[in-house]
């Protein structure tokens, strides 16, 4: 399975650098300067405990052979992410990755319901230049089905986006299966965002 991270700022590359080391085949999709970066020296990953250079490939064109997409644009660049992906001869399944309530249905409403998968992430990493990004807390991702169209597509996906149970010495992304991604969704857009049922902090 081809993955591809469309839109690797700080989220994108963290995600991204974990899944490459869990065994995935990950593509970033960066800036320009970003993807100089990683591909002289690899992407630098600093957390509380480490820092280390992570391998991974890096471009700054969207590939047509991904089998999933993770979108990590901001939720402003959204719909213009996914008109980028329809005019690729895809039918890759898309995962949306900011915690809101409108992306959704912004790339549904492009691409189709049946392509799109929900994430519900607590993760927090700066970018700190160009090829450097730190991570900043424990990372949980939590992937649902936003649309009755799409449940297949998380269960066929889902595994293979982590292929190990990790604990949380590992520092890396834990995911699970949420049986609405919409209502975890709703929960971490209502006040307070600290009391939202996804606390990543027991990974």
Request: charged share 25%; glycine share 8%; net charge negative.
């Amino acid at each position: 399975m081809e993955v591809a991270v469309y839109g690797a700022g700080a989220i994108g590359s963290l995600v991204g650098a974990r899944l490459h080391e869990a065994g995935a085949s990950v593509r970033l999709i960066g800036r320009q300067d970003h993807v100089d970066a990683i591909r002289a020296n690899g992407l630098l990953l600093k957390d509380q405990d480490e820092t280390r250079r992570v391998r991974l490939p890096a471009t700054t064109t969207l590939p047509d052979d991904a089998d999933v997409i993770l979108l990590t644009v901001k939720s402003q660049d959204v719909t213009s992410a996914c008109r980028d992906i329809a005019g690729l001869p895809s039918s890759a399944t898309v995962v949306t990755m900011q915690n809101g309530v409108r992306s959704d249905g912004e790339a549904a409403g492009i691409l189709g319901r049946d392509r799109i998968v929900g994430c519900v992430l607590n993760i927090s990493a700066t970018y700190l230049e160009p090829g450097v990004v730190e991570q900043n807390t424990s990372a949980l991702l939590q992937v649902g089905a936003p649309f009755p169209e799409s449940t297949a597509r998380v269960d066929r996906a889902r595994p293979r986006y982590h292929p190990r149970p990790l604990d949380e010495a590992d520092g890396e992304p834990e995911q699970r299966h949420h049986g609405d991604h919409r209502v975890a969704d709703w929960k971490s857009a209502a006040p307070p965002r600290a009391g939202a049922a996804i606390d990543c902090n027991d990974s």
